[in-house]
């Protein structure tokens, strides 16, 4: 399958690099992170288009017998545009759209109010990365606790893992040696790297932080990883996404998921 989606290129690319199995099936790819089940955007399906009306059943059919012991289903639906108008018999299934916006960048510049108390730095040591999963739990509290903690605990595991195996670095906002905002990014193929779960503290959000730590990012990205182009996918509806066009991010593409969390 060609996929076209600049957002899902870069998806696959990464996760192919943090040890995720893709298979080709021509009109469908199939993503499996065997060590982490419960990953959402792990352990999906990318559609090369929106299914015709009589084919969701077997589709649904298809993706549980695929992913047997997963709690949730999700899919994408490959392209560039908007395309929620045509998964009506998907939403009606109970499914529920998760939209997204992939944004682009061939230089950065500082937030309108940058941040200059808190120390923007890599994730080196085992305190970071713990401190990068109880972030994790702070800003997804909407989550059952226990599960999300083990899913966090496992996707921090596979971040590092690509960190230390040179394929890019994760990043965070220290103010008295406490994390409060955190991102990753990754190169995804020569000069195009793609940023990873963008996420500052409930308690911390409004202060420039994550915006200051994009623009310190980005600098690492085009300096040291030699990206041309970074790519950053962000909720549309979602007030973060003005922070990434404050350092210079510009809409280039919809990204059309959808997801139902619990299986019916």
């Known amino acids: 399958m060609d996929v076209r989606s600049l957002g899902f290129r870069t998806d696959l690319a990464l996760l192919e690099s943090a040890g995720s199995q893709i298979e080709d099936r021509g009109e469908l790819v199939v993503v499996r992170t065997p060590d982490n089940p419960q990953f959402y955007w792990g352990n999906f399906f990318l559609l090369a288009a929106p299914p015709a009306p009589d084919a969701v059943a077997g589709l649904i059919e298809d993706y549980d017998r695929t992913f047997p012991d997963s709690r949730h289903r999700a899919m994408g639906v490959d392209g560039t545009e908007d395309q929620s108008r045509t998964l009506g018999p998907l939403l009606d299934a109970g499914f529920t759209l998760d939209p997204g916006t992939v944004m682009t960048a061939s230089s950065t510049h500082e937030p309108p109010r940058p941040n200059r108390d808190a120390t923007y730095r890599r994730l080196v040591s085992d305190d970071d990365w713990e401190q990068r999963v109880e972030l994790a739990a702070a800003c997804n509290d909407d989550h059952e606790p226990e599960t999300y903690r083990l899913f966090a605990e496992r996707k921090a595991a596979s971040e ?20 409060l905002s955190t991102m990753g990014l990754f190169t995804a193929s020569p000069g195009l790297a793609r940023f990873q779960s963008v996420e ?40 973060a996404i003005r922070v990434y066009r404050s350092v210079g991010f510009t809409d280039a593409e ?11």
């Open 200 to 239: 500052t503290h409930p308690e911390a959000r409004g202060r420039g932080l994550a915006g200051t730590l994009v623009h310190a990012v980005s600098s690492y990205g085009f300096d040291e990883l030699g990206a041309d182009t970074l790519v950053m996918v962000a909720d549309p509806d979602y007030l």
């Open 254 to 264: 919809h990204q059309t998921q959808i997801e139902q969390r619990q299986r019916t």
């Open 160 to 179: 590092r893992g690509r960190v230390e195996a040179g394929h890019g670095a994760w990043w965070g906002a220290f103010l008295d040696g406490r994390l």
